[in-house]
């Protein structure tokens, strides 16, 4: 058996074609020449703006001409990981993919279902000459792995239409109505070294062992954040006894949680005893605190020789303040769909810079556009108070779920017709390509859905054959069931 013998034969065909096109993000030449290509063959016409977004549009199947225009929008780069002992090419060699049970897979790479299998359901529609449906745009975006570039700077022109099923979800029987909108907003702290107090008790504590995570789909676990951890520390110090601190620095990226923090810093000799007494209470309250994932989190303290420099008091006592008081982890759940994280911020990280600064970047998102800027502004507020310059990025917008959705409601009336059982509604607390489209066509009616791929973004990327088949029955049913334009 091969992926051509695979049915839907049309789906799988499409797909085979797909992987022997390279595609890595920003490397997008190839397989945009292979769509303009394919729509030459068709006969069907295409567009392709700057940032080489195609789309292609297949008139309405007779007597279908009235329907909403329907956009299927896929994203034709692939993120391009492999394993060390393999030599590949992603710039110029095919994906090797080969089948094993009831899963497509590829030779040590990944296998680009995220997103090819999406490309190959909306090609196959343009090509079939058998399926009833109204008037198709098939959108084609590129550089989605790497920042969402492509739908950033997409020509409005490409939504014209009514309804848009993303094709970019990667669990059968999910239909994803919504997602994040994101921020980071940053603090800069600007200090003066000192000549460090030598008859100070001098250390370093060190945070770590935590497990980390992505700020956005692991941020309703409750995990601990190595910056947070460090700065309640400090903050428990402090109360007592001046601390001086001559380091600092914690986490990495902006969208990880922190895993791993640390200082040095000087407290007068006779508060030492007093130190590693609040350590120990803090390592024995964190463990009553956190999941069961963070329980092996270390808390380690080691005497140092006295710096000859620290960071003034003024400054190193507002930063462990700001640190302290920032918020950090979920801000606010959805009304709309229960269970379902709405708002959160993510205390991401603390770097010592050149020019005697340090700079604190925090990430906030929310699927409310509102709700976003409020903890971006609550979160620059607290930078204020502390005396730090604050700077917050563009950012991206969200799509807040609408539960009463005609698209949604049609999906699901569709999906139990022909499966018999209900389809889950989710929200993600991640970004989408769709959270920009809504900012250029604010009338679009969307749902995002498709098979189920495992382990995307790795070598062990896997698509299973069976979903692709329900998937593509339910892509033709819902097109048939498209309620006509006003
Ligand atoms: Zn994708």
């Known amino acids: ?56 549009t297949k008139p309405a199947t007779p007597g279908k001409e009235n329907l909403q225009t329907v956009i299927l929008q896929s994203h034709v780069d692939m993120v ?66 790497t920042g969402l570039t492509g739908a950033n700077a997409l020509d409005p022109d490409f939504l014209q239409g009514d309804i848009l099923l993303n094709l970019d979800s990667e669990e059968w029987g999910e239909f ?3 997602c994040a909108g994101g921020k980071n907003t940053l603090g800069t702290f600007t200090y003066q070294w000192e000549p460090a107090p030598q008859d100070y008790f001098w250390f370093e504590i060190q945070v770590s062992v ?44 902006h969208n990880a949680i922190a895993r791993e923090a640390d200082a040095t810093a000087g407290i007068p000799i006779v ?32 005497s140092v020789a006295a710096p000859a420099h620290s960071i003034d008091i003024k400054t190193g006592n507002n930063l462990i303040l700001a640190l302290y008081a920032l918020p950090h982890g979920v801000m606010g ?55 730090a310059e604050v700077q917050s990025t563009e950012g991206y917008p969200g799509w807040k779920p609408n539960p009463s959705s005609p698209v949604l409601h049609i999906s699901e009336k569709v999906f139990q017709k022909l499966f018999g059982e209900k389809p889950q509604v989710i929200s993600i607390h991640a970004g989408l390509e769709c959270g920009l489209f809504l900012e250029k066509n604010p009338k679009l009616d969307m749902i995002s859905c498709g098979p189920t791929v495992l382990g995307a973004h790795s070598p062990e990327e896997k698509l299973e054959i069976r979903t692709v088949e329900k998937w593509w029955a339910f892509l033709v049913e819902l097109l048939k069931n498209i309620p006509q334009s006003e």
């Open 176 to 178: 994803c109505i919504g």
């Open 271 to 302: 508060a030492k005893e007093k130190t590693i007494v609040l350590l120990n209470i803090l390592q024995a309250e964190l463990l009553n605190e956190l999941p069961a994932e963070d329980r092996n989190v270390q808390l380690n303290i080691r």
């Open 80 to 145: 391009c990981e492999k394993n060390n002992d393999i030599l590949f090419n992603f710039e110029t060699d095919s994906i090797q993919t080969y089948l094993d049970g009831d899963w497509v897979k590829a030779k040590g790479t990944t296998l680009g279902a995220d997103d090819g299998i999406g490309m190959a359901a909306a090609l196959a529609i343009l090509a079939s000459t058998d399926i009833e449906h109204g008037p198709i745009t098939a959108l084609f975006t590129t550089d989605e792995e």
């Open 210 to 253: 935590l497990k980390g995570g992505h700020s956005g789909s692991d941020i309703h676990k409750g995990l601990g954040n190595a910056n947070k951890i460090l700065a309640r520390f400090l903050y428990n110090l402090s109360k007592e006894n001046p601390v001086v601190l001559s380091k600092i620095d914690g986490g990495n990226l």
């Open 333 to 387: 759940w959805s009304f709309d769909m229960p269970g379902t994280v709405e708002t959160s911020t993510n205390l991401a990280s603390v770097k010592m810079k050149e020019n005697q600064t340090i700079v604190v970047t925090t990430s906030q998102r929310s699927s409310t556009a509102s709700l976003k800027n409020d903890i971006v502004d609550g979160t620059t507020a607290v930078f204020r108070l502390a005396g």
């Open 1 to 56: 058996m091969e992926l051509k013998d695979l049915k839907p034969a049309l789906v799988w065909n499409l797909f085979d074609q797909i992987t022997k096109v390279p595609r890595p993000s920003k490397k997008e030449r190839k397989i945009v020449e292979f769509l303009l290509n394919f729509a030459k063959t068709h006969q069907l016409e295409t567009k392709k703006d700057k940032a080489l977004n195609v789309i292609i």
